[in-house]
């Protein structure tokens, strides 16, 4: 196998959560370029069939996943349309207030349930879907801020959500290595996303992510997309249990 050939998803199903919009548009659109047939699920279907028009092999389904009924009905229909998963993504997530006496116990609850609750069944389900033995490489999005502090950006629920997915990807990594499933976090640093707005915009705010960033910049589209494609094909058969940190050097001072 040549070294591109790694890379290649022609004959995968890949599911992508979260893929109507930033980050988890450009994923549904690069492991579709790179062959996959993408599930790409998330509330606004509207949204999800534009990208579906752009882009071939893509295909729209409008999902809340946290909800237990779409989260099934999500894998059921994979499966009885294409037989198989061989990637998901769980990108779903939402911010919440930055400052902590904000963020009530309903908003906190709320923020883990969208961002490491309602990912972890769909990751379960999918397992209990997938013959012991196939191939499966789960990617969880993580963030800067679940690795160290980010304030006065960032927030308490936040913060907590994207350090447990960090966790719970090891964990899920040991229990399921075995079986042929691969488990690891992408950790993207600041990127100009509809989940970041106002924070590029801002002259302040900017100035804050060029200083704090050894490239002096945010990241720009696409720069994330490399190690997503990374994780998700043969070039990472042997990379389990892993945190992928795309975030210009932030975390690395």
């Not at 990241?219 to 990379?239: C, I, K, R």
Request: proline content about 4%; aromatic content about 6%.
């Amino acid at each position: 196998m040549g070294a591109l050939d790694l890379f290649d998803l022609t004959g995968r199903v890949a599911v992508v959560t979260g893929a109507s919009s930033g980050l988890g548009a450009g994923f549904a659109r690069t492991l579709a370029e790179a062959g996959a047939t993408v599930y790409a699920a998330a509330r606004r279907l509207d949204r999800l069939e534009e990208l579906a028009r752009e882009v071939p092999r893509i295909v729209p389904v409008r999902c809340d996943v946290t909800v237990a009924a779409d989260r099934d009905a999500l894998v059921e229909r994979v499966v009885a349309e294409s037989g198989r998963i061989d990637v998901l993504v769980n990108n779903a997530g939402r911010a919440g207030p930055p400052a902590a006496v904000e963020d009530t116990p309903e908003v906190f609850d709320s923020v883990l349930g969208l961002n490491l609750t309602a990912g972890f069944h769909l990751a379960v389900a999918v397992v209990d879907a997938v013959p012991e033995g196939s191939p499966l490489s789960i990617v969880n999005l993580g963030s800067v801020i679940g690795l160290v502090s980010t304030a006065p950006v960032g927030g308490a629920s936040y913060a907590a959500s994207k350090a447990a997915v960090t966790g719970l990807s090891r964990e899920l990594a040991g229990q399921w290595g075995r079986r042929g499933v691969r488990v690891n976090t992408l950790v993207p640093g600041w990127f100009d996303t509809e989940m970041t707005d106002g924070l590029f915009t801002n002259e302040a705010s900017a100035n804050w992510v060029r200083r704090g960033t050894m490239l002096g910049r945010g990241g720009q589209e696409g720069e994330v997309d490399g190690a997503l494609l990374f994780l998700a094909s043969d070039a990472s058969t042997y990379v389990t249990g892993q945190c992928l940190v795309v975030d210009g050097g932030w975390t690395a001072r």
